[in-house]
Each structure stands twice: as C-alpha cells, then as structure tokens.
C-alpha cells in the first residue's frame, strides 16, 4: 500500500481534459513538502513532467499542469492525445519514526480511448 | 545531454549478492546528489537510497536497510549499489536517477534506462 494513493486508472477521448489525483496525509502532502510527477510511457524509464507541484521541466508540453491543495495534489491533462497513453506517478516525502523518506504514488495508468 | 547507462544486473539466488554501476556523463557528476529507485515486474516506483554529491549523506529505504551499500566515484563519474543477502521481493528493474536542486524536496530529473535484478533460485 502506498502512502500516497492515486487511482488506478483514469481514461479520456482524444482532445478531452482529464486530472490525475494524489491524496496523501499531514506527515507528507499535508506538512507542506511539494509534489512531483513522472510519467512513464510502456516499456521506458520514467521521465519528470511537473517538479515543485506546478513547475515543468523544459520540453514538456503546456497541456501538462500541476496543483496542490492541503494533503492532495493534482496532475492535469488537457487536449489529450493518444501519445499521452502511460503511467503517471506522483512523489513526495513522508516524515516517520525513521526519518524523512522519498515516497511515491501507486501510480494511474491513463488510457486514451 | 545528460546520459545515465546501468549495467551489473542479471539472475543471481536468494541471499546471493549483485553490484550494479551507473556510468553518468553529460553533466558536472561531483555537483549532484544521485538516487537508486527500482520497480518491481508490473508494479509501481519505489525509492531505494540516494547519496549526497560528496558521499557525505547517504539514506535508505527501510526495506534494504543493512543489506544495500550506495556509494560513487566522482573521478569515474559513477554511482554505485552493492546489493547483499538478496530477496525475491529484490527482483526489479533498477534505475539510477539524478536529483533535481530547483526545490527542496528531492526529485528526480534524469534518469536511466534500467537493469533488472532477477533473484530467483
């Protein structure tokens, strides 16, 4: 179980809008650590798409946007198109009895229809 | 442009050991914290342990904790993570990742192409 939960999958039509939640809780999101998204295409390494909750890396799209509100984050898509098909992780720090861990999302796999 | 190859995986059995390399090029290596994150067959991400860019901080997750030794070489521009007292749940592919310095939560802005680690008997 990750300890930051995101759905499982998500889809959308060609050209639609569609977000990506990551809910998290006060020893992470919530204490105020910034959220960051990867996305991974089928059978490659993940790539950073948004650090910082909102801020993206050059060469990735504008479609690609971030937010982060209390102990959720949110990764928005518009004008979907089929080469956005993939896996999409969020990542964050937990603080626990150990210490301060990178922790990251269950991921959500998007389907273009 | 920023390159990171891993290599040293491969099948080795449980309680076996493995040491996987990441050759970096394309960047100032020494001025960089770097990171291991590995995913197991079909599942999600998960952090293994990164170290700071003069080897003065190094952390690791709870699960490999004692058995996993991270370390680098800045001369050779590489990283390093020697895997001890392999598990089953070890099997993954791994990955060695750049942390990103633009905030001050750890995220990873490069990462490699992957070696899978197989411990199976």
């Known amino acids: 179980q990750s300890v930051l939960t995101q759905p499982p999958s998500v889809s959308g039509a060609p050209g639609q809008r569609v977000t990506i939640s990551c809910t998290g809780s006060?020893?992470?999101?919530?204490?105020?650590?910034?959220v960051h998204w990867y996305q991974q295409l089928p059978g490659t390494a993940p790539k950073l798409l948004i650090y910082?909750?909102?801020n993206r890396p050059s060469g990735v799209p504008d479609r690609f946007s971030g937010s982060k509100s209390g102990t959720s984050a949110s990764l928005a898509i518009t004008g979907l198109q089929a080469e956005d098909e993939a896996d999409y992780y969020c990542q964050s720090y937990d603080s626990s009895l150990s210490g301060l861990d990178v922790v990251f999302g269950g991921g959500t796999k998007l389907t273009v229809l | 442009e920023v390159q990171l190859v891993e290599s040293g995986g491969g099948l080795v059995k449980p309680g076996g050991s493995l040491r996987l390399s990441c050759a970096a090029s394309g960047f100032t290596f020494s001025s960089y914290s770097m990171n291991w994150v590995r995913q197991a067959p079909g599942k999600g991400l998960e952090w293994v342990s990164s170290i700071s860019s003069s080897s003065s901080y190094i952390y690791y997750a709870d699960s490999v904790k004692g058995r996993f030794t991270i370390s680098r070489d800045n001369a050779k521009n590489s990283l390093y993570l020697q895997m001890n007292s392999l598990r089953a749940e070890d099997t993954a592919v791994y990955y060695c990742?750049?942390?990103?310095?633009?905030?001050?939560?750890?995220?990873?802005?490069?990462w490699g192409q992957g070696t899978l680690v197989t411990v199976s008997s």
């Open positions: 006060s020893s992470n999101i919530g204490a105020g650590y910034d």
């Open positions: 910082g909750n909102s």
């Open positions: 990742a750049r942390e990103g310095i633009a905030v001050a939560v750890s995220y990873f802005d490069y």
